[in-house]
């Protein structure tokens, strides 16, 4: 930018210094064809016509040379308005990104740090408690929250440990049974036990909040520092890198953290939600099965889950905008 503006003005003032020069050339050439010389000499002009050359010549040249000076003045004064505007922008830029470089390397750090004692399941059925530490810790959290939230599949399908369980089940049952009244049951579910969306979002948020509740006090600072780490690049102003600062957000999570965030997210308050779904940041999760209910992407309306079809999508969209 320094550079072009700088050539500019050299070219403009080259332009209009050898464009005086040459009106003066011709000035003085026709000047010198069209006066009278003095009588008895060959040789000489009239020194009271030469003078009148002479102020003709300053006068027009001055003039110029006047209003050039207060052009260059004008521009090298909004060239360095912009050059100092582009500094400052490229500085808070600059700074902006060390920033978020610096944020996720700690959520990073706080990732691989998170330990505890989690209740594992194993193979042979029975359960016993393990301590672990990063992201095999937050795997296993992850499967035990969704065991002490999710219906069974087998035996007599009864609803277990949490009463938000049933909630979910006749919000469940009532997606995948409805045909004609069609998408409105996302809006408001007919019957006696009638839940809106908002209402099964709560209960959701809340019913994850304590489950998690034995590991709580390790998530809290990765929450909290995930939550500080998207406002922060959301109020970044003059840098046009922020979509990329998401997306590397959202690259350096793994799918047991894509799950865990989707429900601290759920539970949320109504804003950090909406910068959530707005910005897609969970869309990564690649299954509906790894979610605590495979109908609750519905919570997220704007997000568009990798697990989703174009079919899907569509619907989905249509609802959200109505």
Do not use: C
């Not at 590991?215 to 959301?234: S, V």
């Amino acid at each position: 930018m320094k550079k072009k503006n700088s050539n500019s003005l050299t070219n403009i003032t080259l332009a209009v210094t050898w464009g005086s020069v040459l009106f003066t050339g011709i000035l003085i050439y026709l000047f010198a064809r069209r006066v009278p010389f003095p009588a008895g000499s060959s040789n000489m002009i009239d020194p009271a016509i030469f003078g009148q050359l002479g102020d003709v010549v300053g006068g027009i040249v001055g003039t110029a040379a006047g209003l050039l000076t207060m052009y260059l003045v004008l521009r090298t004064y909004h060239s360095q308005k912009d050059e100092l505007e582009a500094t400052q922008n490229a500085l808070y830029d600059q700074r902006a990104e060390t920033s978020v470089f610096a944020m996720l390397s700690t959520l990073r750090e706080i990732v691989n740090e998170t330990s505890g004692t989690v209740t594992v399941m194993y193979l042979d059925g029975h359960t016993g408690s393990s301590e672990m530490k990063g992201r095999e810790y937050i795997h296993n959290v992850r499967l035990d929250v969704k065991r002490n939230l999710a219906y069974p599949t087998g035996f007599n399908r009864e609803l277990m440990y949490n009463p938000a369980t049933l909630q979910f089940h006749i919000y469940f049952q009532s997606l995948t049974s409805l045909t004609s009244t069609g998408p409105r049951v996302l809006t408001k579910m007919p019957g006696p036990d009638s839940y809106t969306v908002d209402q099964v979002r709560t209960s959701t948020g809340q019913a994850f909040l304590t489950a998690l509740k034995p590991h709580y006090h390790n998530f809290d600072h990765y929450f909290r520092y995930f939550r500080n780490t998207l406002e922060y690049i959301a109020s970044i102003e003059y840098t046009e890198d922020k979509a990329r600062y998401f997306a590397l957000v959202t690259a350096q999570l793994s799918q047991d953290e894509l799950v865990m965030l989707f429900y601290y997210t759920i539970s949320a308050d109504t804003e950090f939600r909406a910068l959530v779904d707005d910005l897609g940041i969970l869309a990564p999760i690649l299954m509906p099965e790894a979610l605590f209910d495979p109908w609750h992407h519905w919570l997220l309306p704007k997000t568009r889950f990798k697990f989703l079809t174009n079919e899907e999508w569509d619907q989905k969209s249509k609802i959200s905008n109505t």
